[in-house]
């Protein structure tokens, strides 16, 4: 059992062409999410620091105002603003009343911290009051946020328990 | 009635799959073949029953039976016939439904073929079936169950059940909810189950994986019993993610079509493993080597099938995708543990049985050239599950959120993709020994001659970029090369004097798997054609028109001729704007964008009016307008040259896959 096995320069070859191929793809992976990575973020964190935060990739969530909705159609510019609400976790353990009720409860709250965002880009179909938008992008230096992309989710959307108008049956 | 036996027929076929999985471990312990035999009709009459639940299930689609909690969630009355059955995976409970219906289905057919096989296999095979079905029987039964109606008691207060609860009265909605807008579109009857079937069809491999691992077995049997399997999983799976594309393509109005969600990558990564397998499998028939990393490619699939299920299904990840949270996750989680360490500990018991003998000969030859193919494929699959699992990693580490976007995909995949295209241009020539290489030279002269009129042809049509011209002069040439075989092939033919038609079919008849899988080759170039077009060419640009009035893109002109808004039957408030286009005076079609209000939802739903040939796409959005004079709209304006390349690769490619799984014709020689 024990022949000496003659290290076959080939294979030697081949592992090492694997083992830089691995090496490149990592190296690739590190670089590129240094560059592009995100950060989440609450309305409130951003606004605790905003100097800390400035420039760098952020993706932040918010419940929309609705009447602050404006769409420019010669710069092609989206404003709004987003109330603050609690982090994404607490949002998705939520039931779908209780996303409602949150969204809702931000967006009437004059206490809640709020930021305007600014998005290049027609109105998406679901940008409306009291959607739920997630936003990527960067903070500005004057405090707005300029997002780069602009994802939206509307509670109302999903499955509701029990319907509102009904027929009833009587016995 | 109808949904009490629906619910009765899905009662019943856990009861009959908890039987069978009975049965089949009754059979191994007793070497029973009539037990083996009665739990094989046990998974045909789980079928059937299953059919009958979901048959009813339609009926009560169609027949507005809003009574019904599922129905009143997924259809309405504004609802085309074709929207309303295809609510039948458009919520949690009927896609769960779907699955066991799917899954059942390939088991059942798989069985009705396949009566008998050697020692014990059969007998694992449908346990580990009939314990997939059985599991997602039990999670539509005892969890989000789709018969469940609504009731009220006269205090007011409401509830859900099957059946009349004592004292309550039966509560029937006039209306619906009905789907998402954003899901009524035709893409709803395909995209959805074909992924289904691309997901449920590797349970027939991994099946057979296990079987053969329990029963001790070191052959290649389950190969060749999953080999056809195997292939249409993957076009299935390929067909539902492609169609998607278009979907969002249609629909979405960005003008892409990929948008590297958490769920669409969930449903990329058994795609890049079973895309793996299927070369590994080739390998492992022709060396009978990779006996152990075949099993660990189909065990992986088949796990990133069930992770994927479990995304889109828990509320772990946001997206577009996902259904409601609900208390599935967790058991879903728990399920998924329990086959994996399972799989993972029988493998382990059985590792030294599959151990081979010899090496590769680690020349430049296709075993090793398809070797480096896995590595590329499964370092794309690492990249995507690091992106899926990067925002709930990252919080564990260091305590913030982080989290990758579609930018950190395409810069890391991307490069990765254009190795893979690489490897495909050169792994056809490296069979060849050198005095063939001589014979072949001018072919691969003439080859690389006529893949440079593309970039050519591209440098001519306005692009600059090096990369994107090396792209398409990659894709042009692995092309070139895949179908060189076939070319010579025909070309001998023709040589001793064959009829032109015989020239061109003989080589068919002969060798129809071989040039089927070179055509699955040329398929997948022509879609990587269609998203450098799309990635890398496209333009756009944003402009308000008056009416009458033009812009110029990419040397098209753009006349806004007019906008019309009316109320269509089925609850829909349309806008439509209608674009000419001209070049060069010459008309070159209408684009029609509109955006539709439902009212029901309050919601818009942008529709981008589309004109395509196959160098280019026209394609528009219409994003404002002035209501009652009509006289000005905004625009945005897509060009997407070659786009069309990726649907058109996808039918060549499921024209590949059918010639490599349809039978052996008797009588002729096959050459291997």
């Excluded at chain 1, 500005?140 to 328990?161: I, V």
């Excluded at chain 2, 099957?162 to 619906?176: E, K, N, S």
Aim: hydrophobic share 55%.
């Amino acid at each position: 059992m024990t022949l000496v096995n003659k290290p076959d320069s080939n294979k030697v070859k081949f592992l090492i062409g694997v083992f830089l191929f691995l090496a490149a793809v990592v190296v690739l992976v590190i670089s590129v999410t240094q560059s592009s990575a995100e950060f989440y973020m609450t309305v409130d964190e951003v606004l605790a620091a905003p100097e800390e935060v400035e420039g760098a990739n952020l993706r932040i969530s918010g419940a929309v105002v609705g009447d602050t909705i404006y769409y420019d159609q010669v710069t092609g510019f989206l404003t709004f603003m987003i109330a603050h609400i609690p982090d994404d976790e607490a949002l998705v353990d939520a039931k779908e009343g209780e996303l409602t009720d949150i969204l809702h409860q931000a967006v009437n709250d004059p206490a809640a911290s709020r930021i305007e965002v600014y998005y290049e880009g027609p109105p998406p179909d679901m940008l409306k009051a009291e959607a739920q938008a997630i936003l990527t992008g960067q903070l500005q230096p004057d405090g707005t946020f300029l997002a780069r992309e602009l994802l939206l989710k509307c509670p109302s959307k999903y499955e509701e328990a029990l319907p509102d108008q009904v027929e009833v049956v009587s016995p | 009635m109808i949904p009490i036996l629906g619910y009765l027929a899905l009662a019943l076929s856990f009861l009959v799959a908890v039987y069978g999985l009975i049965a089949a471990i009754w059979s191994l312990l007793m070497t029973s073949k009539a037990w083996q035999q009665s739990a094989r009709l046990a998974l045909i009459v789980v079928f059937a029953m299953v059919s009958l639940s979901v048959l009813m299930m339609l009926v009560l689609l169609v027949n507005h039976r809003f009574d019904v909690a599922y129905v009143y969630q997924v259809a309405s009355n504004d609802m085309p016939v074709y929207l309303r059955l295809s609510a039948l995976w458009g919520g949690q409970s009927g896609s769960l439904l779907t699955w066991s219906w799917f899954l059942a289905g390939f088991g059942a057919l798989f069985i009705i073929r396949k009566k008998a096989m050697p020692g014990g296999l059969l007998s694992w095979v449908l346990l580990v079936l009939l314990l997939l079905v059985g599991f997602f029987l039990a999670l539509n039964l005892f969890m989000d169950n789709p018969f469940e109606r609504f009731w009220h008691f006269p205090d007011g207060s409401r509830v859900m059940s099957v059946f009349q609860p004592a004292g309550a009265w039966p509560l029937r909605p006039t209306d619906g909810r009905g789907l998402n807008p954003l899901l009524r579109h035709p893409g709803m009857i395909l995209h959805p189950p074909l992924l289904y079937l691309g997901f449920v069809g590797y349970a027939i491999p991994f099946a057979l994986a296990i079987a053969s691992l329990a029963s001790g077995r070191s052959d290649q049997y389950w190969l060749q019993a999953s080999r056809r399997w195997s292939l249409m999983a993957w076009l299935f799976l390929t067909l539902g993610l492609v169609l998607g594309m278009r979907w969002a393509y249609d629909v979405l109005g960005w003008g892409g079509y990929w948008g590297w969600d958490p769920v669409e990558v969930a449903a990329l990564m058994p795609w890049l493993s079973g895309t793996a397998l299927l070369h590994m499998i080739l390998l492992q028939r022709q060396q009978d080597r990779y006996k152990r990393w075949n099993i660990i490619l189909i065990f992986l699939t088949f796990g990133l099938v069930i992770f994927g299920a479990f995304l889109t299904r828990s509320g772990v990840l946001s997206s577009v995708h996902s259904f409601a949270r609900s208390a599935i996750g967790p058991v879903f989680f728990v399920f998924i543990a329990l086959v994996s360490i399972a799989s993972l500990a029988l493998l382990v018991y059985r590792w030294q049985s599959l151990h081979v003998v010899g090496e590769p000969a680690f020349k430049l030859s296709k075993e090793v050239l398809i070797l480096f193919t896995n590595l590329v494929l499964l370092s794309i699959l690492a990249v995507c599950f690091l992106g899926v699992i990067y925002p709930l990693v990252s919080e564990l580490l260091v305590s913030t959120k982080v989290t990758v976007g579609p930018v950190w995909y395409e810069r890391i995949i991307g490069p990765l993709l254009l190795v893979l295209l690489l490897l495909m241009g050169v792994c056809p020539l490296a069979g060849w020994v050198h005095s063939q290489w001589m014979v072949l030279r001018r072919w691969i002269i003439l080859c690389l001659m006529l893949s440079l009129l593309i970039p050519l042809l591209a440098i001519f049509r306005q692009v600059r970029s090096i990369l994107t011209l090396f792209a398409l002069w990659l894709a042009a040439f692995s092309v070139l090369v895949a179908v060189l075989p076939y070319a010579r092939s025909v070309r001998n033919r023709w040589k001793q004097k064959a009829h032109f038609f015989k020239a061109l079919l003989d080589p068919l008849r002969r060798n129809l798997r071989l040039y089927g899988g070179h055509l699955v080759h040329v398929g997948v170039i022509l879609i990587s054609i269609g998203i450098i077009g799309i990635e890398r060419m496209q333009e756009q640009t944003q402009v308000t028109l008056a009416l009458g009035e033009s812009t110029t893109l990419g040397g098209y002109v753009f006349i806004y001729e007019g906008l019309e808004s009316y109320d269509s039957s089925d609850g829909r408030h349309i806008t439509q704007a209608v674009l000419a286009v001209q070049k060069d005076g010459k008309p070159m079609g209408a684009l029609f964008p509109a955006r539709d209000l439902y009212y029901a939802w309050q919601q818009t739903n942008t529709r981008p009016g589309l004109e395509s040939n196959i160098w280019m796409d026209f394609y528009a959005i219409l994003i404002d307008w002035r209501p009652v004079t009509k006289d000005q709209a905004t625009f945005k304006i897509f060009l997407n040259p070659l786009v069309n390349w990726l649907w058109i690769g996808t039918g060549v490619l499921s024209l590949g896959v059918f010639m490599t799984v349809w039978p052996r014709q008797k009588g002729l020689k096959v050459k291997t």
